[in-house]
């Protein structure tokens, strides 16, 4: 398994060497960028699709049933959490 910092580290060194007026430290802001604009749409609620990569798609399902106290009227209720489950289709070229 990779981690993010791994990762942007790898594509800093890539790059820094194939655009010489870049900085490493640029390179990681963008791709770090990049990385965090995804997850900002994916927690929206947005599908993505990068050709040649993968798609990643947003399922909404119904979560448990919980009890909790309700302060206002002084009696327990029955809540359903929601969660968003993101499932990811990856592309023939990447497999």
């Given at each position: 398994?990779?981690?993010?910092?791994?990762?942007?580290?790898?594509?800093?060194?890539?790059l820094s060497q194939e655009y010489k007026g870049m900085t490493k430290k640029a390179?990681?802001?963008?791709?770090?960028?990049?990385?965090?604009?995804?997850?900002?749409?994916?927690?929206?609620?947005?599908?993505?699709?990068?050709?040649?990569?993968?798609?990643?798609?947003?399922?909404?399902?119904?979560?448990?049933?919980?009890?909790?106290?309700?302060?206002?009227?002084?009696?327990?209720?029955?809540?359903?959490?929601?969660?968003?489950?993101?499932?990811?289709?990856?592309?023939?070229?990447?497999?």
């Open positions: 398994m990779i981690t993010k910092t791994q990762l942007l580290n790898e594509i800093a060194n890539e390179i990681k802001t963008i791709a770090s960028s990049i990385l965090n604009k995804i997850s900002e749409h994916l927690q929206n609620g947005e599908d993505i699709r990068i050709i040649g990569f993968a798609s990643f798609r947003v399922r909404k399902k119904k979560g448990d049933k919980i009890k909790v106290f309700d302060f206002e009227t002084a009696q327990m209720r029955e809540i359903t959490l929601k969660r968003n489950i993101i499932t990811a289709r990856i592309s023939k070229k990447a497999r």
